[in-house]
């Protein structure tokens, strides 16, 4: 049909590669739902022709969108305003277009991270939290936890540089207990009342793959986290579910990061079961 009415609010998700990124599913799902008329396109962006291709983004009044891997740190360049998580992790994964027409970057890997995680530990202020990682998704994660306060942070990374410049970044944002250190041989978990993130990239397309950890026998109260949505179930969280762990998968955090950005861009809640259902739906197509 012909449009008569008013344009459609735009917004896109860049990356490369970004075929096979579920987003534009679940953002669609999303807008329909709520009954809301924006469009979300997925667009594959030659990281040689990141420059013009966000100016004509920009230009052509996008209202807002999310930014994957590779542009997630060049992309800061571009914007007009960050907020405290984006500059803190250095990292931007949603942009949205303000009333004035500028733009501001956001980071809301680690918040939609902290959204799903504090469902299921309401104490988690009085935990430790050890995170595996130091890339892209555990910054954003451990900015997260210690802007909400979490009584300590361990992070535990292959690259030791990598997390001592990650800890190093955000000492003294907080009073959480900021601390890094090396990953010899297998990492054993052996305190009760833990919670540990896997932030690796470890797992990612392959079910058996699981990062060199052991869980003792005898834990009590402990949280497994991933943050690998393909698999949902990966390996590590089968090894945690069998040492008596509560888990947390990856998808949680994919739906809740995407759940906050239609609400910054429409300034509505969207229904997360929906998105979720919308994924799962998505990846048993891939
Ligand atoms: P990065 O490339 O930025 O970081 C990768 C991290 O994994 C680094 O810490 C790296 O260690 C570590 N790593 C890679 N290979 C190994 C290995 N063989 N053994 C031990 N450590 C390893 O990736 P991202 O942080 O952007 O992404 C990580 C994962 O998080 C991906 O699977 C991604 O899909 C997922 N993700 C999920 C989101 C969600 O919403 N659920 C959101 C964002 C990401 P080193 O420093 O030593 O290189």
């Not at 667009?43 to 999310?66: H, K, T, Y």
């Amino acid at each position: 049909a012909l449009m008569k009415g008013p344009l459609s609010p735009l917004y896109f998700c860049i990356g490369s590669p970004v075929v096979g990124n579920p987003t534009q599913h679940m953002m669609e799902t999303a807008f329909d739902a709520l009954g809301y008329s924006g469009r979300y396109l997925t667009i594959e962006v030659d990281p040689e022709e990141l420059e013009p291709s966000i100016w004509g983004l920009l230009a052509m009044r996008f209202q807002g969108g999310n930014v994957t891997a590779p542009f997630k740190q060049e992309v800061l360049t571009y914007l007009d305003e960050l907020t405290e998580s984006a500059s803190l992790c250095d990292a931007v994964n949603c942009i949205t277009r303000k009333e004035d027409g500028t733009y501001v970057g956001d980071n809301t890997d680690g918040k939609g991270f902290l959204q799903s995680l504090v469902e299921i530990a309401p104490d988690l202020k009085k935990r430790k939290v050890v995170v595996f990682g130091s890339g892209g998704a555990a910054s954003a994660i451990v900015t997260e936890l210690a802007l909400y306060g979490v009584r300590q942070v361990m992070v535990v990374n292959r690259t030791l540089a990598h997390s001592k410049k990650l800890v190093t970044n955000l000492e003294g944002i907080s009073k959480t207990v900021l601390g890094y250190e090396p990953w010899e041989r297998t990492y054993q978990i052996r305190e009760n009342d833990l919670v540990v993130v896997q932030a690796t990239s470890v797992g990612l397309f392959a079910p058996h793959e699981c990062i060199n950890v052991a869980f003792a026998p005898d834990l009590n109260n402990v949280i497994a986290c991933d943050v690998v949505f393909n698999p949902v179930e990966t390996a590590f969280l089968k090894k945690a579910k069998l040492a008596g762990c509560k888990t947390l998968d990856g998808l949680g955090m994919l739906v809740n990061q995407g759940a906050i950005a239609v609400k910054l861009w429409t300034d509505r809640d969207p229904d997360r079961a929906l998105m979720r259902a919308s994924l799962e739906e998505a990846f048993a197509v891939c």
